[in-house]
């Protein structure tokens, strides 16, 4: 059974504790391990980069390929190959969006777990289907100057 991961993002500035995001890329769980052990004042600043980053190459190259489309002259080759990325553009946006779902499921389920019990903060969450570690970021209480 593979095992996932996902990652909660918690701000300790209100109580209750407040979820502020969710990952489930190993990427980012990676960019933020990182950002927090060099002691970086906002550890989500480099996830939200490479997102914006990721978004934008993605955004040029549909671009790229909506106007080679729309060239008259296509050879056929490139205009079928054009369209299978185009295929496989939507079915990965598909599949995105279910996953989104279901890491939402989880998230707040994860949540729940972690407000009733805060030193829960690495845990796994298993049925005879899936298997997904959950891990919590806690940033803490910025104390007043």
Not at 85 to 109: G, T, V
């Amino acid at each position: 059974m593979k095992t996932s991961n996902i990652a909660l993002i918690v701000s300790l500035q209100q109580d209750p504790p407040v979820l502020i995001d969710t990952l489930t890329s190993d990427v980012e769980i990676n960019f933020l391990e990182a950002s927090l052990q060099k002691g970086e004042p906002d550890p989500l600043a480099e996830i939200y980069r490479y997102r914006s980053h990721v978004e934008k190459q993605e955004s040029e190259f549909g671009d790229y390929v909506e106007e080679l489309l729309s060239k008259p002259f296509l050879e056929v080759l490139m205009q079928r190959q054009a369209v299978q990325w185009l295929r496989s553009k939507i079915k990965m946006e598909q599949f995105q969006k279910q996953e989104q779902f279901a890491a939402k499921l989880i998230s707040d389920y994860a949540y729940k777990l972690f407000t009733t019990e805060p030193a829960r903060n690495d845990f796994f969450i298993e049925s005879t289907h899936f298997r997904v570690r959950v891990r919590i970021f806690t940033l803490p209480k910025v104390r007043a100057a």
